[in-house]
T-cell receptor, first 112, second 114 residues
Framework: DQQVKQNSPSLSVQEGRISILNCDYT??????FLWYKKYPAEGPTFLIS?????DKNEDGRFTVFLNKSAKHLSLHIVPSQPGDSAVYFC???????????FGTGTRLAVRP | ETGVTQSPTHLIKTRGQQVTLRCSSQ?????VSWYQQALGQGPQFIFQYYREEENGRGNFPPRFSGLQFPNYSSELNVNALELDDSALYLCASSPGTSYADTQYFGPGTRLTVL
């Protein structure tokens, strides 16, 4: 049972344009959501997070939007840069603790 | 601060064998979590150790076991290896049990079971 889903395995975007990565979840107990970026041969790196009491969180070029009623979140990257090319994982947590439930990832390619 | 390191980088074993994977946590981090990432999938939580005690476990059989040591190192042991155990194994350390934002991942160990 895939509780966190990333339905787009890949995304290609022109440099300078907006990248939108989507994530859906099914478990209504999730109350904290995170995005990780992963380069080849490296571990995932924390990017940005959002609590379920908010609907938006922004950090520089990265913004995460949460729609609780739709159980959907998205990561916006503006403007996209070639260095953003990586696999992006959406993850969710319920209650306290570090146990994370990950999606399957979306591979983003930013074309120069 | 030193990062999270894992050894070995790659490992090949045969079905039925046992394997030990090692992780060195970031200094000062008393919590370590282990994840299994199969090809084309996201990481799946195996278990977490906090101050040398297991503190939560995912849907993995008992042949997956772990140890955490006072020097911030930890081990993941897998007995009776199966072909489906082939995956990237990631460890992640954090300064406590409620610090998902500051969970630092190592580069992983790629295990191949033949």
């Amino acid at each position: 049972d895939q509780q966190v889903k990333q339905n787009s395995p890949s995304l290609s975007v022109q440099e300078g344009r907006i990248s939108i990565l989507n994530c859906d979840y099914t478990n209504s107990m999730f109350d904290y959501f995170l995005w990780y970026k992963k380069y080849p041969a490296e571990g995932p790196t924390f990017l940005i997070s959002i609590s379920s009491i908010k609907d938006k969180n922004e950090d520089g070029r990265f913004t995460v939007f949460l729609n609780k009623s739709a159980k959907h979140l998205s990561l916006h990257i503006v403007p996209s840069q070639p260095g953003d090319s990586a696999v992006y994982f959406c993850a969710a947590r319920s209650g306290s603790g570090d146990k994370l439930t990950f999606g399957t990832g979306t591979r983003l390619a930013v074309r120069p | 601060e030193t990062g999270v390191t894992q050894s070995p980088t790659h490992l090949i074993k045969t079905r039925g064998q046992q394997v030990t994977l090692r992780c060195s946590s970031q200094s000062g981090h008393n919590t370590v979590s282990w994840y299994q990432q199969a090809l084309g999938q996201g990481p799946q939580f195996i278990f977490q150790y906090y101050r040398e005690e297991e503190n939560g476990r995912g849907n993995f059989p008992p042949r997956f076991s772990g140890l955490q040591f006072p020097n911030y190192s930890s081990e993941l042991n897998v007995n009776a290896l199966e072909l489906d155990d082939s995956a990237l194994y990631l460890c992640a350390s954090s300064p406590g049990t409620s610090y998902a934002d500051t969970q630092y991942f190592g580069p992983g160990t790629r295990l191949t079971v033949l």
